[in-house]
């Protein structure tokens, strides 16, 4: 089983960037989607779910309106595209995939940085 995300990398304040998260080794369509998020000295935490076929989408209070998670199953790979984006964005990004609680998989991460 592997996700591997890319996409990161350095944006100034305003801006764009997008992730994306390609997962093999098991059956993507049938797994919830997530991307998270950690900052040094915090807790990792939850930016966005997609369902298993994309048509319900939850996201972070902190990111509403900004980042824009879809996945394609036929490719197997899920996007989180971030816009506006802001120096308190800037942390190691993780690709997740959930069976069940308790059943799921990572990414090792790609890291965000927003600076001028």
């Known amino acids: 089983v592997q996700l591997v995300e890319s996409g990161g990398g350095l944006v100034q304040p305003g801006g764009s960037l997008r992730l994306s998260c390609v997962g093999s080794?098991?059956?993507?369509?049938?797994?919830?989607m997530n991307w998270y998020r950690q900052s040094p000295g915090k807790e990792r935490e939850l930016v966005a779910r997609?369902?298993?076929?994309?048509?319900?989408?939850n996201y972070a209070d902190s990111v509403k309106g900004r980042f824009t998670i879809s996945r394609d199953n036929a490719k197997n790979t899920v996007y989180l595209q971030m816009n506006s984006l802001k120096p308190e964005d800037t942390a190691v990004y993780y690709c997740?995939?959930?069976?069940?609680?308790?059943?799921?998989?990572w990414g090792k991460g790609t890291l965000v940085t927003v600076s001028s």
């Open positions: 997740n995939a959930r069976f069940v609680p308790g059943l799921d998989y």
């Open positions: 080794g098991f059956t993507f369509r049938h797994y919830v």
């Open positions: 997609i369902s298993t076929a994309g048509d319900s989408t």
